[in-house]
C-alpha cells in the first residue's frame, strides 16, 4: 500500500472519516474500516507498478477462483494522465484540509472536532464525504471496507464470480417477497 500520508494526516484523515460517517455501535466508521488506507492509496496510487487505480480480475477469491483482484492492471497513456492531474489535485486538497484541521484533531472532543472541519470548507468537506462512501462500500483490494465490514452491515456479499448468483437472488433481491 501507499504511504502518501505522514501520521499526523494520517491520524487526522481516519477521525474526520469517522466523523462524517460513524460507526453504528456493531460496524466501524469510515475511518474504522480503513477509510485512511484506501485515501492514502488512492493519494499515492502512482508511487507503484503498476498504479492501484483499477484492480485487476475476473475473480476476487471471495468465492471461488484465482484472487487477482489484486493485479493492478496497467493505465493507457492518456488514462495516467487523467489520473496523475486529478491526484494532483486531490492531493492538493487534502493537505491543506488535514493541515487545517491540525495534528490534534483526533483528540478533541466531538464538538471542537465539528466545528474545526465546518470550517474547512465545501471543496476539501465534499470530497472527503465522496471518498468515505467509496472506502466504505468499494471492494476491500483498495484499502477500504476492511474484512468487508460494510458489506456485512447492508447484507451484501461483494462480488459472485465464479459462483454467480442464484435465479432467485436475481428475480427476488434481498428484502422482496419471494413467492
Not at 491520524?11 to 472519516?17: F, N
Not at 462524517?20 to 507503484?48: C, K, Q, R, T
Not at 493492478?72 to 489535485?89: C, D, S, T, V
Not at 459472485?160 to 442464484?166: D, H, I, L, R, V
Amino acid at each position: 500500500m501507499a504511504h502518501w500520508l505522514d501520521d499526523d494526516r494520517y491520524r487526522t484523515l481516519a477521525a474526520a472519516l469517522d466523523d462524517l460517517i460513524p460507526g453504528d455501535g456493531v460496524s466501524p466508521g469510515a475511518g474504522g474500516a480503513g477509510g485512511a488506507d484506501y485515501v492514502d492509496g488512492l493519494l499515492g496510487a502512482f508511487d507503484v507498478d503498476p498504479p492501484r487505480i483499477w484492480a485487476g480480475g475476473p475473480f476476487s477469491g471471495r468465492h471461488g477462483g484465482n484472487a487477482s483482484y489484486g493485479n493492478f492492471l496497467e493505465l493507457g497513456p492518456w488514462e495516467a494522465m487523467a489520473w496523475r492531474q486529478r491526484i494532483a489535485e486531490w492531493q492538493e486538497i487534502y493537505a491543506a484540509g488535514l493541515d487545517s484541521l491540525g495534528p490534534d484533531f483526533a483528540d478533541l472532543d466531538p464538538v471542537e472536532r465539528a466545528e474545526r472541519l465546518t470550517g474547512t470548507g465545501p471543496d476539501f468537506r465534499d470530497l472527503l464525504f465522496e471518498h468515505a462512501c467509496e472506502a466504505l462500500y468499494g471492494d476491500p483490494v483498495y484499502g477500504g471496507n476492511r474484512e468487508c465490514v460494510a458489506w456485512q452491515a447492508i447484507d451484501f456479499r461483494g462480488d459472485s464470480q465464479p459462483a454467480g448468483y442464484t435465479d432467485a437472488e436475481v428475480a427476488f433481491p434481498h428484502g422482496t417477497d419471494r413467492p
